[in-house]
Every structure is written in structure tokens, then in C-alpha cells.
């Protein structure tokens, strides 16, 4: 039996950044199991690729 614990703040951030990030590439989604992403491609242009490290950086500032 394993003991379960209470979220924490930094649950919840993990659990937003996820949720962005899938967002912005759907082949990580369904790698990671979650659905809803199957039919969907993600932007590797330039511009595409570069709105995952606003999104790493402000992830980063908000677990500081």
C-alpha cells in the first residue's frame, strides 16, 4: 500500500505547464497518454517552436 499525500503548489504547476505544453505539441500529448490530441499536428515552424520557451521560462519563474 503506498501513502498518498495532499497537492502542493508545485503539483498544480505541473500539472499547468502539461496542460500548455500538449497544447503547443500534440505528438507529446499522445505520447504521454493524454487524449484529446490524436488529430493534431504541431507548429514547427519557427514561430511555432519558439512559444515553447515562454512557456519554460515562465513555468520556471513561477516555481522560484
Known sequence: MTDSRAASSVDA???SYL???VALNPIA???FGVKGYDDK????SPDGLAERS???RA???RLD
Request: negative net charge; charged residues 20%; without cysteine.
Open 13 to 15: 504547476l505541473a500539472e
Open 59 to 61: 513555468t520556471l519563474a
Open 54 to 56: 515562454p512557456l519554460r
Open 29 to 31: 500529448a499522445t505520447n
Open 19 to 21: 496542460d500548455a505544453y
Open 41 to 44: 499536428l504541431p507548429d514547427l
